[in-house]
């Protein structure tokens, strides 16, 4: 089950980690009898925590457990005590361009860079000429929902398709990929959303993107370095960390399943012409 749909239905809990709050950790108790899945980039805003939340990493809860969920601060100017039970999941992810910064942090430091995400946020914010009291990420989506919505009409996905790849002009600069058509179809809309977000005040290219610059792309995930590392204290599954000069990437795998791929392609990085069966 997602995490936007689990706590629609009051099956999930999300609380500051104790009275004083940590910035790093939430406590996620999944109170059903279904895995609960909480993406990367997910943006867990309201009054109900001291401050809104970016999760660092995509994470699979087990059933009628609680851990300890890694995120970062998205809203720097807040931290207040709870004031009201206001609790929700954005319907966009953390922009593309933070995504891909995140993940060359988490990749290389195992964290994410808490003054990089700040300064990412006020870059966007200044782009849409946005004023947020408390620098909130949250803001930049409801106050250009209606622009955002309307483009996001122009895409529909394929039926049963599992993933998406993203190009921004001529270059793809993102691939997501789901185990299940359901889960990709709930979070399809969000990931578009984070790029709208990103590409909006940039000037329009036509695009001439093809399967063959996938597969290309595809195949630098393939020959970069990797990294396997355990899913932290009672999360499931095992996460593989992919990198070189081109690619950054991960994926949540768990009993011999995919559960969720992102992969982005480095700024100014130019995919090599392979010449072989898979390009």
Request: proline share 3%; charged share 25%.
């Amino acid at each position: 089950m997602c995490f936007s749909e689990a706590l629609k239905k009051d099956l999930v809990s999300v609380n500051e980690v104790n009275e004083r709050g940590s910035v790093r950790y939430l406590k996620i108790s999944n109170k059903s009898n279904q895995k609960i899945l909480v993406l990367e980039s997910e943006l867990i805003t309201g009054n109900a925590l001291k401050q809104d939340r970016l999760v660092d990493r995509t994470t699979l809860v087990p059933e009628n457990a609680t851990i300890m969920l890694q995120v970062s601060c998205c809203e720097k100017n807040r931290w207040s005590p709870a004031v009201a039970n206001n609790l929700s999941v954005s319907e966009t992810l953390f922009f593309s361009k933070g995504r891909l910064d995140n993940s060359i942090e988490i990749y290389e430091k195992s964290k994410t860079d808490q003054y990089k995400i700040w300064n990412n946020i006020s870059e966007r914010l200044s782009d849409f000429k946005i004023k947020s009291f408390t620098g909130s990420t949250e803001e930049i989506y409801q106050k250009r929902k209606n622009d955002i919505e309307d483009l996001l009409l122009s895409f529909k996905p394929k039926f049963n398709s599992l993933g998406v790849a993203i190009a921004i002009g001529n270059q793809i600069i993102s691939i997501d990929i789901f185990s299940n058509s359901n889960i990709f179809n709930i979070y399809f809309p969000r990931i578009l959303r984070s790029v709208i977000i990103d590409s909006y005040t940039k000037k329009p290219y036509q695009n001439f993107i093809c399967k063959e610059n996938v597969y290309k792309l595809l195949r630098q995930f393939e020959k970069s370095q990797k990294k396997l590392h355990k899913s932290p204290g009672g999360c499931l599954g095992e996460e593989i960390k992919f990198n070189n000069n081109q690619v950054v990437g991960s994926c949540l795998q768990y009993n011999d399943m995919m559960i969720h791929f992102s992969g982005f392609l480095k700024d100014n990085s130019n995919i090599p012409q392979f010449k072989s069966e898979v390009a």
